[in-house]
């Protein structure tokens, strides 16, 4: 596929944006699942939430959020959900209840 000068600029535009959120908004990255961001700045964010393991032992868990059709989430380690009991206590008995109660 050929493109259009005016498709190559727009394209350069959104670049340009996604590197200013990048670096604005501490986000780790954009794709087509959708967006992937630090643990911090997901609770520090979202309120409310999903959880789900993701079977895999360095990054167990996997916590998202749906906003216009776009998922936000990230994924942490089991020391991090430890670490929310300091940093996000009300997001820390969530989601441990919500590991407690998950089918082995």
């Known amino acids: 596929m050929k493109l259009s000068i005016e498709q190559v600029q727009k394209m350069a535009e959104l670049q340009k944006q996604v590197v200013e959120v990048y670096n604005t908004y501490d986000l780790s990255s954009f794709s087509e699942r959708g967006v992937l961001m630090t643990a911090k700045t997901f609770f520090d964010t979202f309120k409310t939430f999903s959880i789900k393991s993701r079977r895999r032992a ?3 868990y996997e916590v998202s959020a749906v ?38």
């Open 58 to 60: 360095d990054y167990p």
């Open 67 to 104: 906003v216009g059709e776009v998922l936000f989430y990230t994924i942490i380690t089991a020391a991090e959900v430890v670490e929310l009991e300091i940093t996000h206590p009300d997001k820390f008995e969530y989601i441990s209840r919500a590991i407690q109660e998950e089918p082995v």
